[in-house]
């Protein structure tokens, strides 16, 4: 009991130290892509829309992390040759699996709790939260900057004083809802109530037919209009919960296309929560196989496993389900049957040598 008492402490310690590590790696990516999704908001918006982010990322970070933890937990084991005093001691090699099954149950069911229920909802607060971020940047007219878009329209202009841009190229929807380009020497821009009023100078369509804008010296464009808001798609995957697309699926109203993507999905998220399962078989015989060499080469072939674990589960598995080359459940499955017995082959090797 008090060897695993002591594995666990080091495998929470070393989880939470590499989970650390990882997140002020890719903070400051996450932080600089919402400044550019949101430009022109102020700091606490940005601090808003952050964990709807970081929700995100949970499931692929912290997985990731667990697996270094395991490396340098196992690994340390070795290098301080308390393995060697393990097994002669007469300690089953099985029993060093257990303070990692305590971890990964545990985290293996929270994460298919967020993925189930809690991701799906802030992905489509994701995107109104954008929505509405976009539609606050236009009434400031982006604080300065010289290119701007909002839906279906665009401005770029060679410099600007204030509201006023001077040598603009503009793309906007006709009343048709064809686009146009216009150029002015200049265009002054104002949001007033629902409407983007644009006042020009030396305006010109650039298109061979004639249209009411090459006539006008003022535009006035509704902004819901340019950037619809558009509610949660039913037929997205992405926004449902597990328990609607199980709904929507046992409703036989899907064609077989949507079915298999929803029933992937089901099981896709399923999957990425016994992550932690596969990662930790997969983490014990890395760390312990090599104990002879560096630590920076348990960590590199860790972070290896995760880059290919996540490039076949989330990309080919997907294209196999949906064209239904193969069953859904098997694509969504494949990955983590695949690393599981790379995983018992390197475990076998290793503790049972």
């Known amino acids: 009991m008090t060897l695993q008492l002591y594995i666990l402490r080091q495998l929470l310690y070393a989880a939470g130290f590499s989970l650390l590590g990882i997140s002020m790696l890719v903070m400051p990516s996450v932080a600089i892509q919402a400044i550019y999704k949101l430009g022109g908001v102020s700091l606490s918006a940005i601090a808003d829309y952050l964990p ?21 937990t196992y690994g340390r084991l070795g290098a301080d040759h308390e393995w060697t005093a393990i097994r002669m001691a007469g300690i089953h090699p099985t029993r060093v699996l257990l303070p990692g099954l305590l971890i990964a149950i545990p985290l293996g069911l929270g994460t298919n709790w967020l993925l189930s229920t809690i991701t799906p909802e802030w992905k489509y607060l994701q995107r109104t939260f954008i929505r509405r971020a976009e539609e606050e940047a236009l009434k400031t007219l982006g604080q300065g900057r010289t290119e701007f878009a909002f839906g279906n329209f665009s401005i770029k202009a060679d410099r600007r004083q204030g509201p006023l841009f001077e040598d603009v190229i503009l793309s906007l929807p006709d009343k048709e809802g064809e686009e146009i380009t216009l150029i002015a020497d200049r265009a002054e821009f104002a949001v007033e109530g629902r409407a983007l009023v644009v006042r020009f100078e030396g305006a010109q369509a650039l298109t061979d037919s004639a249209n009411p804008y090459n006539q006008s010296p003022e535009l006035r464009l509704s902004i819901d209009e340019l950037s619809p808001f558009r509610g949660k798609d039913k037929g997205k995957a992405k926004y449902l919960t597990s328990a609607e697309l199980q709904t929507s699926v046992r409703s036989g109203e899907l064609d077989q296309e949507k079915a298999r993507e929803f029933v992937y999905e089901i099981h896709r998220r399923h999957a990425l929560s016994a992550t932690y399962l596969v990662f930790l078989l997969l983490g014990i015989p890395t760390g312990l196989h090599l104990r002879s060499g560096t630590q920076l080469s348990a960590f590199t072939g860790a972070v290896g496993y995760a880059f290919f674990y996540y490039v076949l589960a989330l990309r080919l598995g997907k294209e196999l389900a949906v064209v239904g080359t193969v069953p859904p459940l098997a694509a969504a499955w494949a990955t983590n049957a695949l690393f599981a017995i790379a995983a018992f082959v390197l475990l076998r090797r290793v503790l049972w040598r």
Do not use: T
């Open 52 to 72: 709807l982010v970081i929700v995100e990322l949970v499931p692929y970070l912290l997985p990731m992390a667990f697996l270094l933890g395991v490396v340098a």
